[in-house]
């Protein structure tokens, strides 16, 4: 079996997982880290448990972070897209911009519960540097978050935001400068410094217990959605739909749904510049294989080298995948398809044109999936789509991507498909 890491684990370094996704996850680290991550598994399920502990996770999601997040109807997204009643969970509504803060408000909780008095982070698109700065700052901890030199320069603002909130950016250049990089880099700190610092991974991926610790802090997304989708319709909707990168977002609102069967659960990852070259489509043309401490899904050649991944979009500009989303393709309870650089363009045209809502550019790659999903759907399905951000930190890249030119050609193909004013909007 092939596997690719950049740096291989000792045979000390490696213990079995205790989740539940099946042959995926596990704990391959360094011998250094393994009293730090036996640590979290012990400590994690106690403080979860802790009435206290959630308790101030609940208030500080309600009172700092703007929860619950709204749902919104979306009708005339559905009717430019073909149909289908379309409910987006607005994530892109909490503080910070992103679905980041859940996740890192009940890291940042748990450090503090462990003693930790330093914090670090890596970062990609920004979103999650920003949400660990912002609870850093909130809580008055120090912070230090890596970030890819390629995704420095392309999200400038939310570099900028870090440094504002007190954080210190670190740019690694190694590699291709992207979210890979910067997470070996935090590692490395992380071996370091592990005595007194606390590595807030940002996604569902890690060893154990970091992704199940993850998804039931961002399952938060899934249990409101669910509860409002029954309040708002009576009844659940026939499909979810989240971007998938290392598969936060995507794990959050599936977990509200993964116990109702007859609720498809869709992940939407990165074609990139297609699939036959450079993109981030693990689910479409990964190999299991072993990296950044976990057993999943890879992009890697027939002799288990790493290939670089590519996608417009930071936040999806990985070539890993979460094991529990390895485990649920495997099992057949989510399935996941792919949306090149071109189309998450259009599809965040899409959006802003239709309802007035700039997504990020990691969520316009489930709204330009959509056109295909109610195809198969049907135009009388239910789809609650996460927006897990908006577009503000994607400004700068859209505006190089979309020239006068190819707006106008956006609007004129809008504007054939709506109907005269008053009819099929939001006024009906």
Not at 178 to 184: E, F, G, Q, R
Not at 255 to 264: K, M, N, W
Request: aromatic residues 4%; contains cysteine.
């Amino acid at each position: 079996m092939a596997s690719a890491s950049t740096s291989p684990p000792s045979p000390e370094g490696v213990a079995p997982s205790a989740g539940d996704f099946g042959r995926f996850g596990g704990r391959f680290v360094a011998e250094t880290l393994m009293p730090a991550v036996e640590e979290l598994a012990r400590e994690w399920p106690v403080a979860w448990a802790d009435p206290s502990f959630r308790g101030d996770y609940e208030r500080i999601l309600s009172e700092y972070v703007g929860r619950p997040s709204a749902l919104t109807p979306a009708p005339r997204l559905a009717k430019a897209v073909g149909g289908g009643d379309i409910w987006l969970k607005r994530e892109d509504l909490n503080h910070t911009g992103a679905h980041k803060i859940n996740n890192c408000v009940g890291q940042v909780l748990l450090a503090r519960r462990l003693g930790k008095q330093r914090i670090i982070a890596e970062t990609g698109a920004g979103q999650h540097g920003v949400a660990t700065a912002t609870v850093c700052a909130y809580f008055g901890m120090p912070c230090v978050v890596y970030m890819g030199a390629e995704d420095v320069a392309r999200q400038a603002l939310n570099v900028f935001r870090m440094r504002l909130l007190g954080a210190e950016v670190k740019s690694v250049t190694a590699g291709s400068a992207t979210l890979k990089d910067a997470i070996n880099e935090a590692l490395r700190d992380w071996v370091a410094h592990v005595e007194d610092t606390h590595y807030v991974i940002g996604s569902v991926m890690g060893p154990d217990p970091y992704p199940m610790m993850v998804r039931e802090l961002q399952r938060v997304i899934g249990d409101e959605a669910r509860a409002q989708m029954l309040e708002r319709t009576g009844k659940l909707p026939d499909a979810v739909v989240a971007c998938v990168g290392g598969g936060s977002n995507a794990m959050g609102i599936f977990a509200g749904f993964l116990g109702d069967p007859g609720v498809q659960l869709i992940g939407v990852e990165a074609a990139g510049e297609g699939l036959d070259g450079l993109h981030a489509a693990t689910m479409s043309r990964g190999a299991e294989g072993v990296y950044h401490g976990m057993r999943s899904l890879v992009l890697q050649d027939d002799d288990g080298q790493l290939q670089e991944a590519h996608s417009i979009s930071a936040g999806l500009d990985y070539p890993g995948i979460g094991p529990e989303h390895a485990h649920l393709r495997e099992t057949g309870r989510a399935r996941y398809v792919a949306i090149d650089d071109a189309q998450a363009l259009d599809g965040l045209s899409l959006l802003s044109r239709t309802e007035g809502i700039i997504p990020a550019l990691e969520t316009a790659h489930a709204i330009a999936a959509l056109p295909q999903l109610v195809r198969e759907l049907g135009p009388e399905a239910t789809i609650l789509l996460n927006l897990s951000g908006r577009g503000d930190k994607d400004m700068h890249t859209v505006m190089g991507r979309l020239d006068a030119d190819s707006v106008a050609e956006v609007e004129e193909a809008r504007a054939r498909s709506q109907k005269p004013a008053g009819k099929g909007g939001h006024d009906d």
